[in-house]
């Protein structure tokens, strides 16, 4: 047990940032971070790295493009545009056009509030996920990328550690019973423990360091 802490604690100390803090965005439970989030969790999901969909995410909201009403009244090359600013240009195009109708329907759905979508489902995850799928080009893996990251905001569905964060787990030599794995984390903020264990399901890299570095804490 007190290897697989060290191993926590290392993958914690080197990769404990949410994508959502990597792109800029404070998470707490108002409207603009949450759509933040959401574009964020939209981009995340495509084939690309995630690096790319975190600068794109970020190149949106410089063009003035942080909430539901301005997306929708943004013109269709000006979503183009931001994203790819942000180097996000193998799907621009398709995606420039989701964001524009998933805008719309934030706005005429939710009242541009996404905490509607919240009040809804009423803590079942199954009905947020349903109603988060209505967004265009949000697809299963989107969703959780979304609910790995809002979790601590959204605490009624914490912990919220799903199959990516579970492979990452079972690469380090770490518990997939999600449990065991919050029992390893202390008082660690969830969405941390998310975004740490994604990236080491991402990239072996993180592995070999993280367990090395363990390792040299053991002796």
Request: proline content about 5%; aromatic content about 6%; charged content about 30%.
């Amino acid at each position: 047990m007190s290897d697989q802490k060290n191993v926590m604690r290392e993958l914690l100390d080197g990769y404990g940032q949410t994508y959502a803090a990597e792109a800029g965005i404070p998470l707490k439970d108002t409207p603009q971070p949450l759509y933040r989030t959401l574009v964020l969790a939209s981009l995340l999901s495509a084939r690309i790295r995630a690096s790319v969909a975190v600068a794109s995410a970020r190149a949106l909201y410089d063009a003035g493009l942080r909430d539901p009403r301005r997306m929708a009244d943004a013109t269709w090359q000006q979503r183009v545009d931001a994203l790819g600013e942000g180097g996000y240009r193998r799907y621009d195009e398709r995606t420039a056009t989701q964001l524009g109708d998933g805008a719309r329907l934030v706005l005429d759905e939710w009242g541009g509030d996404l905490r509607t979508v919240r009040e809804r489902a009423d803590g079942d995850v199954d009905e947020l996920r349903a109603q988060l799928r209505r967004m265009p080009g949000l697809g299963p893996t989107g969703v959780d990328i979304f609910l790995r990251e809002v979790q601590d905001v959204w605490s009624e569905y914490a912990p919220f550690l799903d199959a990516k964060t579970l492979q990452g787990a079972e690469r380090l030599g770490l518990p997939k019973d999600p449990a065991a794995l919050v029992r390893l984390t202390g008082d660690a903020p969830r969405a941390e423990v998310a975004a740490a264990l994604v990236r080491a399901a991402l990239d072996k890299s993180v592995v070999q360091e993280c367990l090395a570095r363990a390792g040299d804490r053991g002796h």
